[in-house]
Every structure is written in structure tokens, then in C-alpha cells.
């Protein structure tokens, strides 16, 4: 969270961006005591992948946020080589942290820690050591990321990425009745699924009709339009049994966001029942990384915007948290007609919304000169088109929709960009870095116009306390 008002270009007003340094993945998401916690993977004092500790926000509302000291940080022997990921539980009135202690030895060799954190404030954390270490059996030191809930019987479980000794990816079961005291169950996996090299970030989401087992796989080779960032983030549907095992459905592997900047997305549940998600907008190839220019402001990265997650008729959607309404600030922009349009953004914090009344014919939304929003509705394909910071060359990344597209939402920054077809039927974010004075956007059906309602509505920073 920025302490000051903005002052640069590229800084984001409602986005979990680090003060300074590098964030990654969202951790330790949780509703508890009436507040919301978000952490997150921080490097204080630089923007490389070094020295990760926990940042720490809270929240009540979703819009004005306080920052803590880091909730956990890199100095014992058993996370001196970083706190990496993991996640929060509420027992007993307590919350209780789980996270990865990560160790290099003298030749650099790795292992890695299940530690516990637990705090009856939600503020000051008191750090009880590992409750795991690894590597075990059949597995190689490459096990992290914990996600820990609680059972239809009351027993906890706890899941972990990982890596087996054939160098492939999987995920690793274990339960308990304390939160202390862990006993392995083996693969969450009845049949193993060859699937890149190692499985990051693990997540279960429960729906009524459906389970939902996200996770970061990596080392998938690119396939036509499927699995072009580097890394990727998506899920299997099927059924979580309480013996440990996740009974697969037989369906292929579906990428969760189609943008260049989506990766180790958590979920949580709050007390309403609401499964919020949150990403990182981020994990580049390490080249490119470096040519973000923010890190001339020395910060780096951030975090997607809040959004309740549904699984419902075969089709797991994502959308802004309905709080992200109340950043809107009066008097909206509206037009309601068939006409190609440019629009003046009156700021670079746009939530813009365009809705039909039936299927939306082939159109290109150019954002500020930069970005190109393309769909093509004979095949209901979607591209997104921006310049490689590094390179300057042009990339796209495409989406296929389920169904005719009818409403397409817009969270627009000065640098990120969100983008929900269909009440989040499919999803798109990205960064983008392009000159500050340009704030034009341009409508243009293709072929031929249909009326459409159009509203833009400037959004506010989000406030400190
Ligand atoms: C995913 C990840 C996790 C790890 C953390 C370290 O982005 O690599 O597997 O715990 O980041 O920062």
C-alpha cells in the first residue's frame, strides 16, 4: 500500500501493490475477527526473488486499508532463505498461519519447512517452528505452498506442492486433528497426471455441484493458443473426498486467466460464505521481469483486484467482489447507441462496463493507443493484443467464450488491466506501461454495429488508515 499519493506514472490506486520491493504470490487470505487479512510474498529491499518474507494488509471494506510490520520474517534456521507461501486458519479464536521455511545449504542445495505462526490479535505473530520437513520419500526437496481447511469431519487438511523424484508434478496430502500433529496421506492424486514439472499453489474450492482443484503447474510446453506465459495457473473439476484422494473429472486442464500476468491465485472463504480469490499479476519470463519500469521506482508487481469466485452449470466464473462498486465515484460516462466511439478517460481508474441486449457482433476496443480488445463472434473468440516491454514486440493471448458474449467489464489502471466476459465466464489480466497523457479509448464494430450501453465510471484510490 503506498504511503504517499501517487506520484508516478504506472503506480496503481486500487490494487495490493508493495510500498517498495518485490511482491508475489497472495498468502494467509482470511476473514477473522471481523477483518480481512491479505499477505503476501515480499522482498523488502529489492525487486529480485530474494529474502521473502510476509507483507501484511487489512481491510474491512475492501477500501481503505491499513499496513502492518511483515507478519513473518526470513531469520530463523528453518526460513532463513525466505518465508515462502502458504496460508491462515482460524481455531479456537486463534489464527493460525502455515507457511514454507525455505533452506539453501552451502552448495546451494535445497530443503524446505512447514512452519506455524500463531496470533491472537491477527497483528503480532509468534513463530512455532517447523511442523514438517522434506524431502520424504519418493519426493525430491521441492515441496511448499501449504493450503490448510477444515474437513466435513472436523479434521484438518493440509495440501502442499510438489515434485516426485521422476521430476514431475503432484500434490501431497496431509491431515490432522490440531493443527500441530500431521499425518501423511500420500497424493491427492488416485491417478497420477503428467503435468509439468512441479505443481505450485495448490487450492481446493468447494461449490455444491463441484470441487475445483486449482493449482500453478510448470513447465508446460505451449500448445496453439493454450499455456503461453511462461507459467500457468488452472484447474481440474471433481470431487474431494474425505479420505484425502480428489477424484477427477474427465476433463482436460482449463487455464483460469487468459491474461499475461495471472499466477498462484488463493482462495478463502469469508463468513458469508463468499469464495474470494485473489491472484499475482505477475510471473514473466525473468528477461522481462527486469524491463518492468517500475523498478526504476523501486517497487515491482502486484496483486489482481478481490473476486468471488462461482462454480455453477458447468462453468467456474470470477468477478470483481461487489465492494469494488463502492470505489466508483458519481456521475458515470454513458452512451447507449450502435456507433463507433472515442472516449476521453477522465482518469486512468476506470471501471467500464458495456452490456448488449443480444449477442455482440466483432468489435475492437483499443485502450490508450496500446492495447487491442478483439472479438470475433462467429467463433466467440477473444484476443488481447499488447507491446512486450522488453522487445516491443506485439504478443496476443485469446479466449474462447462458453457462451455469446452480452456483457464485457473493464478494470482499467494506469498499468493493469482486468477483463470479465460474461460475469467472468472468462477472465483476462495484464500489465501494459505506455505514456501517462494518453487516455483515449476507441470502440469500433468490425462488420456491423449493434446498439450496445456503454458506462465509465472513475474509480477511487483505495484510502490508508
Ligand atoms: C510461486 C512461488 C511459490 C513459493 C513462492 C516464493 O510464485 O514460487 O511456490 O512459495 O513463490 O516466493
Not at 74 to 99: M, Q
Not at 196 to 212: H, I, R, S, Y
Not at 329 to 338: D, G, L, R, V
Request: charged share 25%; with cysteine; proline share 4%.
Amino acid at each position: 500500500m503506498k504511503e504517499t499519493e501517487k506520484v508516478h506514472d504506472y503506480e496503481l490506486g486500487y490494487h495490493i501493490t508493495p510500498p517498495k520491493g518485490l511482491l508475489n504470490d497472495p498468502n494467509g487470505l482470511v476473514h477473522y475477527k471481523g477483518v480481512y487479512h491479505v499477505f503476501f510474498q515480499w522482498n523488502q529491499t529489492d525487486t529480485t526473488h530474494q529474502s521473502k518474507s510476509w507483507g501484511h494488509v487489512t481491510t474491512k471494506d475492501f477500501i481503505h486499508w491499513k499496513s502492518h510490520k511483515p507478519a513473518l520474517e526470513p531469520v530463523d534456521w528453518y526460513d532463513k532463505d525466505g518465508c515462502y507461501s502458504g496460508s491462515a486458519v482460524v481455531f479456537k479464536e486463534k489464527l493460525y498461519l502455515f507457511y514454507t521455511g525455505n533452506v539453501r545449504g552451502e552448495q546451494g542445495e535445497r530443503s524446505s519447512y512447514q512452519c506455524l505462526a500463531v496470533s491472537e490479535d491477527g497483528i503480532h505473530f509468534e513463530k512455532k517452528g517447523p511442523i514438517l520437513a522434506f524431502p520424504i520419500k519418493g519426493y525430491t526437496a521441492h515441496v511448499r505452498d501449504s493450503k490448510v481447511w477444515q474437513g466435513e469431519d472436523g479434521n484438518w487438511w493440509m495440501v502442499l506442492g510438489a515434485q516426485k523424484e521422476n521430476l514431475t508434478g503432484d500434490v501431497l496430502m496431509y491431515k490432522s486433528t490440531n493443527l500441530v500433529d500431521w499425518t501423511l496421506t500420500g497424493s491427492m492424486l488416485d491417478e497420477p497426471i503428467s503435468l509439468g514439472f512441479m505443481w505450485e499453489c495448490p487450492d481446493l474450492l468447494k461449490f455444491a455441484e463441484k470441487d475445483v482443484f486449482v493449482f500453478s503447474p510448470q513447465g508446460l510446453e505451449a500448445e496453439g493458443e493454450k499455456y503461453k506465459n511462461i507459467y500457468q495457473t488452472g484447474y481440474f473439476t471433481g470431487r474431494f473426498l474425505e479420505n484425502g484422494k480428489f477424484i477427477k473429472d474427465d476433463q482436460p486442464f482449463e487455464e483460469m486467466d487468459h491474461g499475461f500476468e495471472f499466477y498462484a491465485p488463493q482462495t478463502f472463504l469469508d463468513d458469508s460464505g463468499r469464495t474470494i480469490l485473489y491472484g499475482w499479476a505477475g510471473v514473466m519470463e525473468p528477461e522481462v521481469e527486469k524491463a518492468v519500469p517500475t523498478i526504476k521506482q523501486g517497487w515491482l508487481h502486484a496483486l489482481t483486484s478481490p473476486r468471488e469466485v462461482h462454480y455453477k452449470n458447468g462453468q467456474l466464473t470470477q468477478y470483481p467482489l461487489s465492494e469494488t462498486i463502492k470505489l466508483r465515484e458519481a456521475n458515470p460516462i454513458t452512451s447507449k447507441n450502435a456507433e463507433n466511439e472515442v472516449i476521453h478517460l477522465p482518469s486512468l481508474q476506470q471501471d467500464i462496463l458495456i452490456e448488449w441486449n443480444s449477442a455482440a457482433p466483432d468489435f475492437v476496443i483499443n485502450l490508450r493507443n496500446e492495447l487491442d480488445i478483439h472479438y470475433q463472434a462467429e467463433t466467440k473468440k477473444m484476443t488481447v493484443t499488447r507491446t512486450n516491454w522488453k522487445t516491443n514486440a506485439r504478443e496476443e493471448r485469446t479466449a474462447f467464450l462458453t457462451h455469446e458474449l452480452t456483457e464485457l467489464r473493464l478494470l482499467v489502471e494506469s498499468s493493469l488491466v482486468e477483463l470479465f466476459l460474461n460475469k467472468g465466464e472468462e477472465v483476462f489480466t495484464l500489465r501494459y506501461f505506455v505514456d501517462e497523457t494518453n487516455h483515449l479509448l476507441n470502440f469500433k464494430y468490425m462488420d456491423k454495429p449493434l446498439e450496445k450501453l456503454m458506462t465509465l465510471y472513475s474509480l477511487r484510490s483505495f484510502q490508508n488508515e
